[in-house]
T-cell receptor, first 111, second 113 residues
Framework: KQEVTQIPAALSVPEGENLVLNCSFTDSAIYNLQWFRQDPGKGLTSLLLIQSSQREQTSGRLNASLDKSSGRSTLYIAASQPGDSATYLCAVRAGSYQLTFGKGTKLSVIP | NAGVMQNPRHLVRRRGQEARLRCSPMKGHSHVYWYRQLPEEGLKFMVYLQKENIIDESGMPKERFSAEFPKEGPSILRIQQVVRGDSAAYFC???????????FGEGSRLTVL
């Protein structure tokens, strides 16, 4: 059974700092990995999708990497802003095609 | 291109009543997933559907819960005889194919009194 772990559970950083969020998964036989952001009381917004054959994806200030063999992914956020404050979720898609989610990292960017 | 549309956004039911949650996928998407999110917990998979077919319902409780995605119209998640433990946010997501990027709706928040 696939398990996804995100560390840390919460993170507080001053504005302008670069930061890294971590995600690990137990079964490396995945199709892809997707990072989401969730604001309080809202739905999930897709940030980046990395296919199993890819090493990284970039979108603006966000960069996500994937090391399938070690079961790890990182989400790098450059020059953090208060508007980046949200919960960041990592999810992997494996054999049954469903996404398995981690519990998220709650990020607070302090002005 | 409208996103995934869910309604109602908020639903209040008394114990024993039925709850029906609707989801219209993004245009061109024929794959729909339902997830449940309890306070302070992660998102839990419930069911995966394609048009007129249930592909994987391994996350659905065996009783009281059912889902459908008819040829025409939205996907429906139905909860019969609701109990307080059913209070949660229910999210629908859609994708173009089995391994495509998943897009989520804003969710339906069910409160059972």
């Amino acid at each position: 059974k696939q398990e996804v772990t995100q560390i840390p559970a919460a993170l507080s950083v001053p504005e302008g700092e670069n930061l890294v969020l971590n995600c690990s998964f137990t079964d490396s036989a995945i199709y892809n990995l997707q990072w989401f952001r969730q604001d309080p009381g809202k739905g999930l917004t897709s940030l980046l999708l990395i296919q199993s054959s890819q090493r990284e994806q970039t979108s603006g200030r966000l960069n996500a990497s994937l090391d399938k063999s070690s079961g790890r992914s990182t989400l790098y956020i450059a020059a953090s802003q208060p508007g980046d404050s949200a919960t960041y979720l990592c999810a992997v898609r494996a054999g049954s095609y469903q996404l398995t989610f981690g519990k998220g990292t709650k990020l607070s960017v302090i002005p | 291109n409208a996103g995934v549309m869910q309604n109602p956004r908020h639903l209040v039911r008394r114990r024993g009543q039925e709850a029906r949650l609707r989801c219209s996928p993004m245009k061109g998407h024929s794959h729909v997933y339902w997830y449940r999110q309890l306070p302070e917990e992660g998102l839990k998979f419930m069911v995966y559907l394609q048009k007129e077919n249930i592909i994987d319902e391994s996350g659905m409780p065996k009783e009281r819960f059912s889902a459908e995605f008819p040829k025409e119209g939205p996907s429906i998640l139905r909860i019969q005889q609701v109990v307080r433990g059913d209070s949660a946010a229910y999210f629908c997501a859609s994708t173009q194919d089995r391994t495509g990027e998943l897009f989520f709706g804003e969710g339906s928040r069910l409160t059972v009194l």
